[in-house]
């Protein structure tokens, strides 16, 4: 959805209008980490648990909705207490209160139950129904720099109608009559849900309050350069990170039924595709930062392009650290060496920020972000190394390292032939897919060769009579 809106979006909003609901969504997502409790992650996980025995997966959803219900009234008491004390805030009310509509309908999502079942399909087509109305809303009624409020509002509906979509197929999976009021102990969850929040809240801590500390020590329109290159980066590391929240929910089962040998051959794959996928992920994003930026936000952006070549580089350190933290550290249930990586990690984004943002403004944020991924990255090889049941690549991380910038080269000489922005990121993207294809299938690499045989078994199915 980001690549088709976006493009619109910042056109019509501006850098100051977009930097503006930046800010606004990063001091609404810390009340919306209060309200989750954790729940979301630790959810997942105690589901894929107990998914075989309906009468104690209801027990678990309801208990797990209730602590969500009073943690989100919670919060909202909190947020109302900020909007009365904010300067900053009171300047937009209408902007905060629309950003805090997904926290008001996050307890009625059972996303944790959906993601434990691994029920993916319809996780997806759900998902994409809502993002179509979402695009054509957004479409029909944003149009001018003002309607930025209306924007957020939109986005919000996008989450509250996944969450009744939800709420609807609830009764699929569980079963109601067998559940005991008398026997639900909500508060059982209070203490492993506080564990797990505290690593969404030190995660949060690099992921928001960049934002938050450019919009006080910088400018919106600085915010608006950085949040350009910040969803460029995500729509990639989405495709990374997804395969760790895919496969969660069959790792914690592996471990939980003690099925080790199964676990190890998983996560040894998983290493090899985190890295297959990371090192031409990330060399692309730098070669073709400038036509990127031009044709996804416009030349207003101009300034995003050397902050989507610095955050490049953060392809790889999120797809190791999402590996390791939440397919070696978190299956184990050593939630308290993930949040000390990553404290690591926010103390050193803070640090940075603190000096670099005055200085270099949305620069410094960006290589702050960098440096805090690294140390996260660092601390998590030496935190999971008793939980390891792999061998580093090392062969194949030469090979695809020295694959992706053989492709980067490639891809950079080829633009110089082309001058308009979507012809060079269309045949750069081509140029340098087929090359790194080509590479691997020459190299019989284990992961391309598994991805092109699932392909042509997909192929042949839908081929069948």
């Known amino acids: 959805m980001p690549l088709v809106t976006f493009p619109y979006v910042s056109r019509i909003l501006l850098p100051d209008g977009v930097g503006r609901v930046a800010f606004a969504q990063a001091i609404v997502a810390y009340f919306i980490m209060i309200g989750s409790l954790g729940i979301p992650l630790y959810g997942t996980r105690e589901v894929a648990k107990v998914r075989n025995d309906t009468c104690r997966l209801t027990q678990l959803v309801v208990e797990l909705f209730l602590l969500n219900g009073m943690m989100t009234l919670v919060s909202f008491l909190f947020f109302g207490v900020f909007m009365a004390v904010s300067g900053k805030a009171a300047t937009d009310?209408?902007?905060?209160?629309?950003?805090?509509?997904?926290?008001?309908?996050?307890?009625?999502?059972?996303?944790?139950?959906?993601?434990?079942?691994?029920?993916?399909?319809?996780?997806?087509?759900?998902?994409?129904?809502?993002?179509?109305?979402?695009?054509?809303?957004?479409?029909?009624?944003?149009?001018?720099?003002?309607?930025?409020?209306?924007?957020?509002?939109?986005?919000?509906?996008?989450?509250?109608?996944?969450?009744?979509?939800?709420?609807?197929?609830?009764?699929?999976?569980?079963?109601?009559?067998?559940?005991?009021?008398?026997?639900?102990?909500?508060?059982?969850?209070?203490?492993?849900?506080?564990?797990?929040?505290?690593?969404?809240?030190?995660?949060?801590?690099?992921?928001?309050?960049?934002?938050?500390?450019?919009?006080?020590?910088?400018?919106?329109?600085?915010?608006?350069?950085?949040?350009?290159?910040?969803?460029?980066?995500?729509?990639?590391?989405?495709?990374?990170?997804?395969?760790g929240t895919v496969l969660l929910p069959r790792i914690s089962n592996y471990i939980e039924n003690g099925k080790f040998e199964e676990y190890g051959r998983l996560v040894s794959f998983s290493i090899r595709a985190v890295f297959f996928l990371c090192f031409p992920a990330a060399i692309g994003l730098i070669v073709l930062a400038d036509p990127l930026v031009n044709m996804f936000a416009g030349s207003d952006y101009s300034s995003a392009v050397e902050l989507v070549q610095i955050m490049g580089v953060n392809v790889l350190f999120i797809g190791m650290s999402s590996f390791l933290g939440f397919q070696v550290l978190y299956p184990h249930n050593q939630e308290r060496r993930l949040i000390l990586s990553v404290f690591l990690g926010a103390v050193t984004n803070v640090c940075f920020n603190w000096v670099l943002i005055p200085q270099w403004h949305a620069a410094g944020a960006a290589v702050a972000t960098l440096c805090a991924e690294c140390v996260v990255v660092c601390a998590q090889i030496v935190l999971a190394r008793p939980y390891r049941k792999f061998n580093w690549p090392f062969m194949s991380i030469i090979i695809y390292l020295s694959s992706s910038i053989f492709m980067g080269g490639f891809v950079y000489f080829s633009l110089s032939l082309f001058e308009h922005d979507v012809s060079r990121f269309v045949i750069g993207v081509l140029l340098g897919g087929s090359s790194y294809a080509i590479i691997m299938y020459l190299m019989h690499d284990e992961v391309f060769d598994r991805l092109m045989k699932k392909c042509q078994l997909r192929k042949e199915s839908r081929e069948m009579p």
């Open 93 to 243: 009310p209408l902007l905060f209160w629309a950003c805090t509509l997904p926290m008001l309908l996050a307890p009625i999502g059972f996303n944790f139950l959906y993601s434990g079942l691994e029920e993916f399909t319809f996780i997806a087509l759900r998902t994409i129904v809502f993002r179509i109305l979402t695009v054509i809303a957004i479409f029909l009624f944003v149009h001018e720099a003002t309607d930025y409020w209306l924007y957020v509002f939109i986005l919000g509906l996008n989450t509250a109608g996944s969450n009744l979509i939800n709420l609807f197929f609830l009764k699929r999976y569980l079963s109601f009559k067998t559940l005991a009021i008398k026997n639900l102990a909500v508060l059982r969850h209070l203490k492993p849900a506080l564990v797990v929040f505290s690593l969404g809240a030190v995660i949060s801590i690099y992921t928001a309050l960049d934002k938050v500390m450019l919009g006080y020590l910088s400018s919106d329109s600085q915010i608006g350069f950085y949040v350009v290159s910040d969803r460029l980066i995500k729509v990639v590391v989405l495709f990374v990170t997804t395969l």
